[in-house]
């Protein structure tokens, strides 16, 4: 089944931890994103990658951390630095030929 | 800045009555569109999309948009509305030539649709 995973679908963690947020996808899409979305505010991009082992800040990308070492894994780690870190966060990807991008099903992360 | 602006945070209708979410876009250069939907706690699912061509596009649970290039508008419509098309619409272009991160959302509409 093709597709991109999200995992875990919720996750709660304390305030000045960090946490990674679990992207996985087989669809062979080189690029990649996260993008964070809240309440009214449409969905922002934290950061994007284009091929292994390269990556771009997008426009929220202060507290905020990625890898890009497989062509199937994207993690975000969102650091202590973030200031506000509750959000529903969710991950994308692109095939060749700059059409559509592709959703997963999105982490919704509490900080208490 | 390159921006997309929807005009309208939420839409109330009625069941069967026509719909009208309405995007505008910042700039007249060579884009591509497209309209997705969000249900609650879920990713966003592609609605349809305009590339090129006929500027009359008909996507997926009979939707329609319009390109106009002149306005730099792609309204999405559908002439008769269901209790499940209740959810968050999402306008989104990237501009030709852009880099892989230029993909630019509006801040979307919520459509409820009432019995």
């Known amino acids: 089944d093709g597709g991109i995973t999200q995992s875990p679908k919720y996750l709660f963690r304390k305030e000045g931890q960090n946490v990674t947020l679990s992207c996985e996808q087989n669809?062979?899409?080189?690029?990649m994103y996260w993008y964070r979305q809240d309440p009214g505010q449409g969905l922002r991009l934290i950061y994007y990658?284009?091929?292994?082992?390269?990556?771009q800040k997008g426009d929220i990308a202060e507290g905020y951390s990625v890898s890009r070492e497989k062509k199937e894994s994207f993690p975000l780690t969102v650091t202590s630095a973030q200031k506000n870190p509750t959000a529903f966060y969710l991950c994308?990807?692109?095939?060749?030929?700059?059409?559509?991008?592709?959703f997963g099903q999105g982490t919704r992360l509490t900080v208490v | 800045a390159q921006s997309v602006t929807q005009l309208d945070s939420q839409v109330p209708v009625f069941e069967e009555a026509p719909v009208e979410l309405r995007c505008n876009y910042s700039?007249?250069?060579?884009?591509?569109l497209f309209w997705y939907v969000q249900y609650p706690n879920q990713g966003l699912q592609l609605l349809l999309k305009?590339?090129?061509?006929?500027?009359l596009v008909k996507g997926i649970n009979g939707f329609e948009a319009e390109f106009n290039k002149s306005q730099t508008s792609f309204h999405l419509r559908k002439p008769s509305v269901h209790i499940s098309d209740t959810a968050e619409y999402f306008c989104?272009?990237?501009?030709?030539?852009?880099?892989?991160?230029?993909?630019?959302f509006g801040k979307g509409t919520k459509l409820s649709v009432k019995p």
């Open positions: 305009y590339l090129s061509g006929s500027t």
């Open positions: 994308a990807t692109l095939p060749e030929g700059n059409t559509e991008a592709f």
């Open positions: 669809l062979n899409h080189d690029a």
């Open positions: 990658s284009q091929i292994v082992n390269d990556f």
């Open positions: 700039s007249s250069v060579s884009v591509y």
């Open positions: 989104a272009v990237r501009y030709y030539g852009g880099s892989q991160g230029n993909l630019i």
